[in-house]
């Protein structure tokens, strides 16, 4: 049976060569960015019903109503932070722990904070069992950052907000790159790059993109 286009008996083996190919067709170039989204199985990040698509290149439900991101989408926001081996990254949002992962074999340290509790418990196992020792998982409201840990090379928020949160774009060093969907809706988001200046900030508008919202506080669960 054919399912779009994905036979069922494909191997391991075609089954990356399929995934790879669609990241190249979307717009990913960079051969680390490649390398690194070839080295974390995205079956890992999935749980239940929805495990039999991690392959395709589609969002898919995680727990606590959120969602893993569309490969293409990590991809093209890791590929746009131009990540250098030294370089300490905070992302908000860490959902799946999906992103983290990849950003981890990309960079000397990642930080990565949900307001969901279970998200990041499940997350630090996750890191745990692939031996995944440079991230740091914890329970936090992301639009404030992570003051002790600040400043930041790069910035990732996987969750849209109205416009860059203020203390995001203060806790970025001089050179510092952030990325973050911006968007009044749930419908009309645009993927923004910031860099940061000697004075001041670059904001340069990248695509149109869909993600749950940036929300305030920590949730109960
Ligand atoms: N990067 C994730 C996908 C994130 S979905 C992955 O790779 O799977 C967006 C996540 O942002 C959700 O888990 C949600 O709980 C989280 N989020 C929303 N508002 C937040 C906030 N203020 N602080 C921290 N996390 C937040």
Request: glycine share 8%; net charge negative; proline share 6%.
């Amino acid at each position: 049976m054919m399912d779009h286009g994905t036979p069922e008996n494909e191997s391991a083996a075609e089954r990356k060569m399929r995934f790879l190919f669609a990241l190249r067709s979307k717009g990913v170039t960079d051969a680390r960015v490649l390398s690194a989204m070839e080295r974390v199985d995205r079956g890992q990040f999935v749980r239940g019903l929805f495990a039999e698509r991690a392959y395709e290149d589609m969002p898919l439900p995680i727990a606590c109503g959120q969602t893993i991101s569309q490969p293409s989408v990590v991809a093209l926001m890791t590929q746009a932070l131009n990540i250098s081996p030294r370089d300490t990254v905070l992302e908000v949002g860490t959902g799946s722990g999906y992103q983290a992962a990849i950003l981890a074999h990309l960079a000397r340290r990642v930080y990565t904070v949900d307001r969901h509790r279970r998200l990041v418990r499940e997350a630090q196992e996750l890191f745990r069992d692939l031996g995944l020792v440079n991230i740091v998982a914890m329970t936090a409201d992301g639009s404030y950052g992570l003051p002790d840990q600040a400043p930041f090379d790069r910035i990732i928020v996987t969750a849209a907000a109205e416009d860059p949160p203020g203390p995001l774009l203060a806790q970025l060093k001089t050179g510092g790159i952030m990325v973050v969907p911006v968007g009044q809706s749930d419908t009309v988001q645009h993927l923004i790059k910031v860099t940061r200046l000697e004075s001041g900030y670059d904001y340069e508008e990248l695509r149109p993109v869909r993600f749950v919202p940036l929300v305030e506080g920590i949730s109960a669960d």
